[in-house]
C-alpha cells in the first residue's frame, strides 16, 4: 500500500527566503506525482504535475523536482511571499493502484513580513 | 470553462437526515472522484468514474454512502442516514487519463457538519 509523508509538517520563514517542501512515497512504481496548494476553507490548486518520466517541473518561482528510485520529491519555492502562504500537498498515483491520487499530509507553510 | 463546481458549498443537517452533495465535472473529462478530506486522516478517496461508470468504490465507508453519475456533466453523492463523523469537507474532483500524466482539478468542496 502506498503511503505519502510530508516534511516539515508546519515551516514558517520570513518573506524573501528561499524554502523547500519534501515529499516522500513508499512505493517508486507511480505514474506521476502533483503537487497542490490548499488556502484555508479553500479547494485544491493543482501547482505542478511531474510524470515518472521526468526529473523537474518549473512554473514561475516553483521548481518540483522527481526521485522516482528514492521515492522522493522536493517543492522549491523562489523568494517567498505571504502571498505563499498555504498548506502544500503532495499526491501520487501508483502503478497498479488504479487511477487515484494518494496524498500525502501536507506542509502548512507561514511566510511573515 | 468553470472549473469543478460543487454545491452546497456548506450543509448542516441533523443526524439521521439525507444529504446529497452535487459536483459538475469539467467538460471533456471522462473521469471524476470524490474525496473526503478530515483533520485525522486527510484527504481519502471515496470513489471514482470513468465514463460515467463506478469503476472503484472501495472508499466509500460504509452502505449509507452512495455515489452516482447520471450523465457525463454530473454526479452525486449521498449519504443516508447521515451520522456526527460524517462531517468532513467532501471534495469532487475531474482529469483526463490520470496515469497518462494529466492533472487532477478540484472543486471548492462542500463543507458538511451533522450534528
Known amino acids: 500500500k502506498q503511503e505519502v509523508t510530508q516534511i516539515p509538517a508546519a515551516l514558517s520563514v520570513p518573506e524573501g527566503e528561499n524554502l523547500v517542501l519534501n515529499c516522500s512515497f513508499t512505493?517508486?512504481?507511480?505514474?506521476?506525482l502533483q503537487w497542490f496548494r490548499q488556502d484555508p476553507g479553500k479547494g485544491l490548486t493543482s501547482l505542478l504535475l511531474i510524470q515518472s518520466s521526468q526529473r523537474e517541473q518549473t512554473s514561475g518561482r516553483l521548481n518540483a523536482s522527481l526521485d522516482k528510485s528514492s521515492g522522493r520529491s522536493t517543492l522549491y519555492i523562489a523568494a517567498s511571499q505571504p502571498g505563499d502562504s498555504a498548506t502544500y500537498l503532495c499526491?501520487?498515483?501508483?502503478?497498479?493502484?488504479?487511477?487515484?491520487?494518494?496524498f500525502g499530509t501536507g506542509t502548512q507553510l507561514k511566510v511573515e513580513l | 470553462d468553470a472549473g469543478v463546481i460543487q454545491s452546497p458549498r456548506h450543509e448542516v443537517t441533523e443526524m439521521g437526515q439525507e444529504v446529497t452533495l452535487r459536483c459538475k465535472p469539467i467538460s471533456g473529462h471522462d473521469y471524476l472522484f470524490w474525496y473526503r478530506q478530515t483533520m485525522m486522516r486527510g484527504l481519502e478517496l471515496l470513489i471514482y468514474f470513468n465514463n460515467n461508470v463506478p469503476i472503484d468504490d472501495s472508499g466509500m465507508p460504509e452502505d449509507r454512502f452512495s455515489a452516482k453519475m447520471p450523465n457525463a456533466s454530473f454526479s452525486t453523492l449521498k449519504i443516508q442516514p447521515s451520522e456526527p463523523r460524517d462531517s468532513a469537507v467532501y471534495f469532487c474532483?475531474?482529469?483526463?487519463?490520470?496515469?497518462?500524466?494529466?492533472?487532477?482539478?478540484f472543486g471548492q468542496g462542500t463543507r458538511l457538519t451533522v450534528v
Open positions: 512505493d517508486s512504481a507511480i505514474y506521476n
Open positions: 499526491a501520487v498515483i501508483s502503478a497498479g493502484g488504479g487511477n487515484k491520487l494518494t
Open positions: 474532483a475531474s482529469s483526463l487519463t490520470p496515469t497518462g500524466g494529466t492533472e487532477a482539478f
